[in-house]
């Protein structure tokens, strides 16, 4: 088993952040996804990228499907869009271009802590 400390294995915390923030809104169905996600990433990354791969991708499937139908039917106030947006960007270039395959790697570890700061958006763009 790889270190738990490695910024991949303890970056998922930041998943907690829209966690509360779900709890907080009353979203009880995005609550337990981001739950599951948070279970789900830091499972696979602490088996060392080994274990529990199809239930990551599967509770994060639901989880970015579940918050797209959020925004969509949401409020949207335009901000939350624009910053939803950009960290999407962000989001990509760091999945797609810095990370370069290594789910476990620190750049993985920043997908972390920017895909928790676009589910934390999404929750806030949907509150009507």
Same mark, same amino acid.
Request: proline share 2%.
């Given at each position: ?27 009880? @169905?995005? /609550?337990?996804? %981001?739950? =599951?996600?948070? *279970? ?11 274990? !529990? ?5 599967? @509770?994060? /499937?639901?989880? %970015?499907? =579940?918050?797209? *139908? ?11 869009? !624009? ?10 270039? %760091? ?34």
């Amino acid at each position: 088993m790889k270190s738990i400390y490695r910024f991949a294995v303890w970056s998922n915390v930041f998943y907690l952040i829209p966690f509360a923030f779900a709890l907080q809104t009353q979203f009880w @169905v995005d /609550a337990i996804a %981001i739950a =599951l996600l948070f *279970v789900a990433s830091t499972a696979y990354h602490a088996s060392g990228e080994r274990k !529990f791969a199809t239930f990551d991708v599967l @509770v994060s /499937a639901c989880v %970015i499907v =579940l918050n797209s *139908v959020m925004v969509y039917l949401g409020a949207r106030p335009l901000g939350l869009l !624009f910053v939803i947006g950009v960290l999407l960007a962000i989001g990509l270039c %760091i999945r797609y271009s810095l990370e370069q395959g290594d789910r476990g790697s620190v750049a993985h570890g920043w997908w972390h802590v920017v895909a928790a700061a676009l589910l934390t958006a999404c929750v806030l763009a949907s509150v009507g």
